[in-house]
Nanobody
Framework: QVQLVESGGGLVQAGGSLRLSCAAS????????MGWFRQAPGKERNFVAG????????NYAESVKGRFTISRDNADNTVYLQMASLKPADTAVYYC????????????????WGQGTQVTVSS
């Protein structure tokens, strides 16, 4: 079992940057692939970025490639999402999620979820 707590959200102007963090509890963090998803009001929860258990493989949604970077620190049980060149379209609640070993892009494939953190990008 793993519990996830996101932090780092907030209000930022377009073109700005934010770094989200997701702290995981439990001793088996190393076995989990981690994903970041986002959900805007009235819309589905969509994949943003994922990283496998080792940190050696990453995957990004087309809409964030070149702007967002996912990373993890297994010694600290934390996964990060560095977001740059933010746009109003990036406004959403951001969730981190965990699943065993490999990255998946569908939220139904993730077993553990955080409570979410709001990111608002003003124009």
């Amino acid at each position: 079992q793993v519990q996830l707590v996101e932090s780092g959200g907030g209000l930022v102007q377009a073109g700005g940057s934010l770094r989200l963090s997701c702290a995981a509890s439990g001793r088996t963090f190393n076995y989990y692939a981690m994903g970041w998803f986002r959900q805007a009001p009235g819309k589905e929860r969509n994949f943003v970025a994922g990283i496998d258990w080792s940190g050696g493989n990453t995957n990004y949604a087309e809409s964030v490639k070149g702007r967002f970077t996912i990373s993890r620190d297994n010694a600290d049980n934390t996964v990060y999402l560095q977001m740059a060149s933010l746009k109003p379209a990036d406004t959403a609640v951001y969730y981190c999620a965990a699943r065993t070993l490999t990255i998946a892009t569908s939220p139904v494939n993730y077993d553990h979820w955080g409570q979410g953190t709001q990111v608002t990008v003003s124009s």
